[in-house]
Each structure stands twice: as structure tokens, then as C-alpha cells.
């Protein structure tokens, strides 16, 4: 069993910064794929970003590829999305996900453990 709690969410401009934090309980984290996610009320959960055990491959939605960085840090148990360049349609709750078998890093059915979320707020 994996927990993990996100951090870093709040109200922010046009334009500028975020770093989200997600904290992994357990010595297992190193063997996890991870993965940040998003949600609106009224649609479907979307992918964000994604990188795998070794942090040695990572992946990004199209809209969000030259603006946000996903990294980890497998000694801290701990995964991060720095956001830069925040747009209004950005806001969204985002929620961190981890993996523990065959990996398939955009599609959130395929995670098997999730935070409870923290939200990200863009205004104008």
C-alpha cells in the first residue's frame, strides 16, 4: 500500500508559478512510476504529466509540455511539478498518482494509488 499527500496548490496570476509536492509513504517508491493529474467539475479527469521509476523517461500533455517540469527525487519519496507561465485554463484540482505495474503513463485508469488532491487556482 502506497499513500500519497499533495502540496504546493493556491490562487495564482496569469503568468506565474507554482511547484506542486507529492509525498509517497513506504520504501517501495523507487519501484513507482508517478504521475500528476487534473480535474474541472463537469469533465473528465486529464494527464498532465508522467515519469517513470528511474525518472529516465517522462512524458507531458501538449499544452502544458513547454511550460511545466515533472522531476522526482526517489531518496525523498517525493515527486514534484513546477509550473511556469500559468494560463486561466490551468485551474483544476491536480492529483498525484503512482504506478506499481505495467505502466501506461497517460491513462489514469492504469494507476493504482492516488493523493487526495490540491487545487490550483489562475485568475486574470
Known amino acids: 500500500q502506497v499513500q500519497l499527500v499533495e502540496s504546493g496548490g493556491g490562487l495564482v496570476q496569469v503568468g506565474g508559478s507554482l511547484r506542486l509536492s507529492c509525498a509517497a509513504s513506504?520504501?517501495?517508491?523507487?519501484?513507482?512510476?508517478m504521475g500528476w493529474f487534473r480535474q474541472t467539475p463537469g469533465k473528465e479527469r486529464e494527464f498532465v504529466a508522467a515519469?517513470?521509476?528511474?525518472?529516465?523517461?517522462?512524458y507531458y500533455e501538449d499544452s502544458v509540455k513547454d511550460r511545466f517540469t515533472i522531476s522526482r527525487n526517489n531518496a525523498k519519496n517525493a515527486v514534484y511539478l513546477q509550473m511556469n507561465s500559468l494560463k486561466s485554463e490551468d485551474t483544476a484540482i491536480y492529483y498525484c498518482?503512482?504506478?506499481?505495474?505495467?505502466?501506461?503513463?497517460?491513462?489514469?485508469?492504469?494507476?493504482?494509488?492516488w493523493g487526495q488532491g490540491t487545487q490550483v487556482t489562475v485568475s486574470s
Open positions: 498518482a503512482a504506478e506499481a505495474g505495467a505502466w501506461k503513463a497517460k491513462n489514469a485508469d492504469a494507476y493504482d494509488f
Open positions: 515519469i517513470g521509476w528511474t525518472g529516465d523517461l517522462s
Open positions: 513506504g520504501r517501495t517508491f523507487s519501484s513507482l512510476a
